[in-house]
């Protein structure tokens, strides 16, 4: 238990998340615009805005699909085999670093140089991302990095080209989050828990789809979002192409 002058510990990662958030909104405001600049034109041109992760990452691709206030063409790419749905869960882990894979499974998407895609991982340095940043490049897609430079730059690569999703990214958004990806100590070991880097780049996702949007509206291409289903009419609104 915390003395009586001593911050809980349940207290202080709030705090140290707000912490990580206020950066997030410090260093990536230029990005964001600059990748939104980029994106609207391709969308405008019949292109299409996707987001990829493995794991928990793969849960903020999810929380911007088929969701209140989003795009309605954005689109999650779901790859069982690094979903946690897995069983045993840790199977999910031993896929991401296996290379060699996502690409077939890619070939699906058929990216074109008008796409955009959102791959997104903390550490940045595992084959299956880096494979799928790899594999839309390759295709001329655009690239968007959601990653922490400081956790990625103090880990090795695990793939063979030796390269890390910050490297490969056209846009790199940092979600500041530490080495280890846990905020503050808790139990006498020094352990630490709580982690953030989901909360961030579930708001990355959705200031870039905002910043996209202002930029199609801005070249008169809006484009169409989805509504709560539970307001009035929702369920018909998001069943138009509106």
């Keep these: 238990m915390p003395s009586k002058d001593e911050t809980p510990a349940y207290l202080s990662f709030l705090q140290e998340a707000q912490a990580q958030l206020a950066a997030v909104v410090d260093k990536n405001a230029e990005e964001l615009g600059k ?17 990829f992760g493995c794991g928990h ?13 989003g795009l309605k063409g954005y689109i999650h790419i779901f790859a069982p ?3 946690l749905d897995q069983h045993p ?5 031993v896929e991401e670093k ?24 903390t550490s940045g340095v595992n084959a299956v991302p880096v494979e799928a940043a790899l594999c839309a ?26 390269m890390k999703l910050s490297d490969l990214g056209d846009f790199v958004l940092d979600n500041h ?22 909360a961030a780049g579930c708001l990355l996702v959705q200031s870039l789809s905002i910043a996209v949007q202002e930029e ?21 609104k998001n069943a138009s192409r509106e």
Excluded at 139 to 144: D, E, F, P
């Design 81 to 83: 085999r690094v979903e």
């Design 216 to 236: 199609s509206l801005r070249l008169g291409a809006p484009l169409p979002t989805y509504v709560s289903g539970n307001l009035p009419g929702g369920m018909e």
């Design 89 to 93: 869960i840790a199977h999910s882990s």
């Design 98 to 121: 296996t290379p060699g894979w996502i690409e077939g499974h890619l070939q699906a998407q058929s990216f074109t140089d008008r796409d955009c895609l959102i791959v997104i991982s």
């Design 57 to 69: 990452s793969g849960l903020i691709s999810q929380d911007a699909y088929y969701r209140a206030g």
């Design 177 to 198: 989050s530490p080495y280890g990806d846990s905020l503050v100590a808790v139990t006498p070991n020094g352990s630490k828990m709580g982690s953030a880097s989901t």
């Design 35 to 51: 990748a939104a600049r980029k994106i609207a034109p391709r969308l405008k041109s019949g292109g299409r805005l996707l987001g």
């Design 137 to 162: 490049k390759e295709a001329g897609a655009l690239v968007i990095a959601i990653t922490s430079v400081a956790a990625s730059s103090a880990l090795s690569t695990g793939h063979e080209s030796e």
